[in-house]
């Protein structure tokens, strides 16, 4: 099943605003969502270096993709347990880079203002929606492993 999810930003109050839009299609049998496009709409103020802008929204979404999809802090009664690159999960190798597309605002009469970090920061919550969107199943924890989606799924009797 596929999705679209949107949301949006003013990072930290006043550092920059970013809106995107997330494409997912989500296999029903195993839970497994895959990131389709992002597509990402920055306003920083001026641009004094589009391609360097571009790389760092592209790399901050991507970031944010891993998070949505794969980081968590595990622990236990005493400490936390996901202490290195094996016991913390993010991107494994020859995963699926989704289509990334970045639309640059250029607004001169507004001071410089944060920019990769924008695009971080909405990528959870518009793959969050895209879920939404091709399930109707709401998950409110990231992750959003093929566990979770499977037990949100049976729990609102999908299918």
Known sequence: MSGRGVACVLYEGDNGYCGMVAEVDVHIDTGVVD??????AVDCG???NPDGL????EGGALHGMSR?????VTWDHEKVTSVD??????????????TLQVVLINALEAEACGAGETSTTVTAAAIGNAIFDATGVRLRQVPFT???????MNHHNFG
């Open 85 to 98: 690159w094996r016991t913390y999960h993010t991107f494994p190798v020859g995963f699926k880079v989704p």
């Open 68 to 72: 949505a999809l794969f980081e968590e």
């Open 146 to 152: 093929p566990t979770r989606l499977k037990a949100a």
């Open 35 to 40: 990131v389709k496009r992002l597509v990402m």
């Open 54 to 57: 571009r790389n760092q929204c």
């Open 46 to 48: 001026p641009i004094s």
